[in-house]
């Protein structure tokens, strides 16, 4: 999220821009839910035995799968699929679907019974394919939002035990400590490992915004950003940079700058691509600016190249 509100930062159109701040409020809500249910986490009973894994990324043959929860302990995991969304739901038992109606209006989401369930297979995949014990592993649908009313057609319970509220989610995990109370499969060191192995291999999504949401880089607006005033348009002095119109002074805006460029543009610049971007006119100046950064770069001192990627960590 934290790139998108970057980028909207650099983007003149309203239309985009509009399109931007409803993406950003879909992954918002997300994170509201996910984080909900670490009010009810922080109360279990066994804190002490368990290891509790959030946003996990992991590979799984030619791609990766995603888990919003993981709770390990000696006896069995627990994968949470975590949901936080509003209005009258219905498990459409009979075609698999998650239906939404809200002010009038009905739309269809994943049904997210089969989705968490595939999380368990790859899990179970990824437990054979790294030599570990076979754990019994559970599986639960936690709506977060305070405001969902949940229904179903379906009679053979199968959907109310797989999909609760988050108040609910205490009660059942107690429920599964006592189905599985009997029943360890993995003794501490082990449990360990699994966690060291599961977030080690951990893999964070590295979203290309621009190619996804049809953004070309035209679109981005050059210049270093004023922090005074949010104008792009600083003019770099003898130590400092200078705005011309709020009067602020900073020292280093330029990096920030730059980050946007190698998050936006490419990773890769030259002298020429630099004081284009930095509305720069001097050659030497942006030249020392790059130098400054000790950044890695290839190539003779005219026409060198340097690399970015090292910024895309600084100044989150």
């Known amino acids: 999220m934290n790139k998108l509100q970057l980028l909207m930062n650099r983007l003149e159109d309203d239309l985009v821009k509009q399109s931007l701040e409803l993406e950003i409020g879909k992954m918002t ?3 509201r839910g996910e984080d909900s249910i670490n009010y009810f986490l922080n109360m279990l009973p066994n804190k002490k035995e368990c290891h509790v894994l959030h946003d996990l990324r992991i590979p799984h043959e030619s791609t990766f799968f995603q888990i919003d929860t993981l709770i390990l302990n000696p006896n069995y995991f ?3 699929e975590v949901k936080n969304i509003s209005g009258n ?3 459409d038992h009979t075609f698999n679907q998650l239906l939404r109606t809200k002010n009038g209006i ?3 989401f994943q049904d997210p019974i089969p989705q968490v369930e595939r999380q368990k297979y790859q899990l179970e995949h990824w437990l054979r394919k790294n030599k570990f014990p076979t754990v019994p592993i559970e599986t639960l649908v936690v709506m977060t939002h305070s405001q969902s009313v949940l229904k179903t057609n379906d009679v053979s319970s199968r959907i109310s035990k797989k999909v609760i509220h988050s108040v609910q989610l205490l009660d059942r995990i107690r429920q599964l400590q006592r189905k599985y109370k009997q029943h360890v499969v993995v003794s501490r060191d082990v449990m360990n490992k699994m966690t060291r192995k599961l977030t080690k291999e951990h893999t964070p999504r590295d979203v290309n915004v621009m190619e996804r949401y049809k953004i070309s880089k035209e679109m981005i607006i050059k210049g270093v950003q004023c922090t005074g005033c949010l104008a792009f348009d600083m003019k770099k002095g003898y130590r400092t940079w200078n705005c011309p119109h709020c009067s602020h002074s900073s020292r280093n805006p330029h990096i920030r700058a730059l ?8 990773t890769m610049i030259t002298n020429q691509q630099a004081r284009d971007f930095l509305k720069l006119s001097s050659i030497s100046i ?3 600016l790059l130098v400054s950064m000790q950044l890695p770069y290839t190539g003779a001192t005219k026409g060198r190249t340097y690399d970015l990627s090292l910024l895309k960590d600084l100044q989150k």
Request: hydrophobic share 50%.
């Open 89 to 91: 739901l219905f498990f």
């Open 29 to 31: 809500a997300g994170f």
């Open 259 to 266: 980050k946007d460029y190698s998050l936006f543009i490419q």
């Open 286 to 288: 942006a030249s020392k």
């Open 78 to 80: 627990l994968i949470i």
């Open 106 to 108: 009905e739309e269809p």
